[in-house]
């Protein structure tokens, strides 16, 4: 494992008590940060400060991100100063084709997976913009880019996130805070059991390598996209495919 620069540095990361946020958590916390995790699973929270904890400064809170007030009191809580925002949690909510999915699912998964990080960039971003200094990770997804079918809603809602990350880092690119986000192919992780066998197989079915994503290989990128080092690459959107992207 390279050693990635992260000595001194705040970083919150929502969904962080499990999967990809997690591993993102620990690769961090081995890199010098403190870290915060927001995430609503009471329970997974406390796992992932015990087991994180011996790898250095690690704090949790119970956020609901859709709701602003609740992530504005986190923002606030986590003191006056955040230097890294790792925007990861989302659901999938189940797959259907279009026409049979609920209407409230529908909102459901645009809400967690699109306007909870354009809460949490809301209130964090000032933080950033008054120290001149600030990176942010949105964690979206290859469906983003491509459209996976029985998943029009998670997959309009990376989409958007996407949009939202070039939108948000050319509001900010003079001003010392750098804005990317990751495609992920698919990762085995608990998500996993909101998906169909048959949608698991197509996902995988779609990729070169023959495999699905790492979770240390995603917490790798991030990390550095997350790091000082990454000076020069904003609104700019890095594969984790396996080979299955074409742009």
Known sequence: MN??????????ITGGAQGIGRAIAERMLRSGARVVLWDR????????SAALGPLGPVS??????????????????????????????????????????PPAVWREVI????????????AVVPLMLARGYGRIVNIASIAGKEG?????????????????????????????????AVTPAAARTAI????????????????PMGRFLGLAEAAAMVSWLASEECSFSTGAVFDLSGGRATY
């Open 3 to 12: 050693q990635i620069d992260l000595q001194g540095r705040v970083a919150v």
């Open 41 to 48: 699973e009471v329970g997974l929270l406390a796992d992932a």
């Open 60 to 101: 949790t809170r119970v956020v609901e991100l859709t709701d602003q007030e609740a992530v504005d009191d986190a923002t606030k809580a986590a003191g006056d100063r955040i230097d890294i925002l790792v925007n990861n949690a989302g659901i999938t909510g189940g797959n259907g084709s279009t026409w049979e999915l």
């Open 111 to 122: 809400e967690v997976n699109l306007v909870a990080p354009y809460l949490t960039c809301r």
């Open 148 to 180: 996976n079918p029985n998943a029009s809603h998670y997959s309009a809602s990376k989409a958007g996130l996407i949009a939202f990350t070039k939108s948000l880092a050319k509001e900010v690119a003079t001003r010392g805070v750098l804005v990317n």
């Open 192 to 207: 996993f059991e909101t998906m169909t066998q048959a949608h698991i197989d197509f996902m995988l079915s779609k990729i």
